[in-house]
């Protein structure tokens, strides 16, 4: 249990409307990823961070924006939500002495109307 | 296109049987991760693989990198129906601490 939590684990909203999803780790780590999920697609990566205020693009980031104002909070957000963003989200952490062992948290499941 | 695929995608067993999934690429990965995730749950680290023609094991689970670092399989033996779930590859091309997933392998073993 690598200390994640997000909230909230499932959302229902409508089309147009702002979404925030949030992620909250407890063990001070530096990079706090988010992926959506999709059948046959796998886990693909929306955006990462690598440390306070620092964030980067992953491969569908069009749509989402995130910020972190502190080491424990990564927050996704869907400025107009679209059916297409309909997914389920996971946030994830990397730990270990490399850097190649991510830890996920249980997921927020999203659906827009 | 999928920078990594895995096969098969779906494989339904009989309990005690043994399976091999696969995960391959054209690109090179410092580092491979195998994740097993169930219904409503996140991924799950099993393990990590790094240096080309690896094995690992953990209890009945048997994992390799591919000698050039470009694939990795995972081999159960005498499968439960507690190994049911999605089998996830993961793995870091660059390394960026940036990872790129395949799309799973759906196991079922029947009791």
């Known amino acids: 249990d690598a200390g994640i939590t997000q909230s909230p684990r499932h959302k229902v909203t409508e089309t147009g409307t702002p979404v925030t999803l949030r992620c909250h780790q407890t063990?001070?780590?530096?990079?706090m990823y988010w992926y959506r999920q999709d059948p046959g697609h796998g886990l693909r990566l929306i955006h990462y961070s690598y440390g306070v205020k620092d964030t980067d693009k992953g491969e569908v980031s069009d749509g989402y924006s995130v910020s972190r104002s502190k080491t424990e909070d990564f927050l996704l957000t869907l400025e107009s939500a679209t059916s297409s963003q309909t997914s389920v989200y996971f946030c994830?952490?990397?730990?270990?002495?490399?850097?190649?062992?991510?830890?996920f948290g249980p997921g927020t499941r999203l659906t827009v109307l | 296109t999928q920078l990594l695929e895995q096969s098969p995608q779906f494989l339904s067993i009989q309990e005690g049987e043994n399976l091999t999934v696969y995960c391959n690429s054209s690109?090179?990965?410092?580092?491979l991760q195998w994740y097993r995730q169930e219904p409503g749950e996140g991924p799950v680290l099993l393990v990590t693989v790094v240096t080309g023609g690896e094995v690992k094991k953990l209890k009945r689970l048997t994992f390799q990198f591919g000698d050039a670092r470009k694939d990795s399989s995972l081999h159960i033996t005498a499968a439960q129906p507690g190994d049911t779930g999605l089998y996830l590859c993961a793995g870091d091309p660059t390394p960026s601490q940036n990872f790129v997933f395949g799309p799973g392998t759906r196991l079922s073993v029947l009791p």
């Open positions: 063990e001070n780590h530096r990079y």
């Open positions: 690109s090179v990965f410092s580092s």
């Open positions: 994830a952490i990397i730990a270990g002495e490399n850097y190649n062992e991510q830890f």
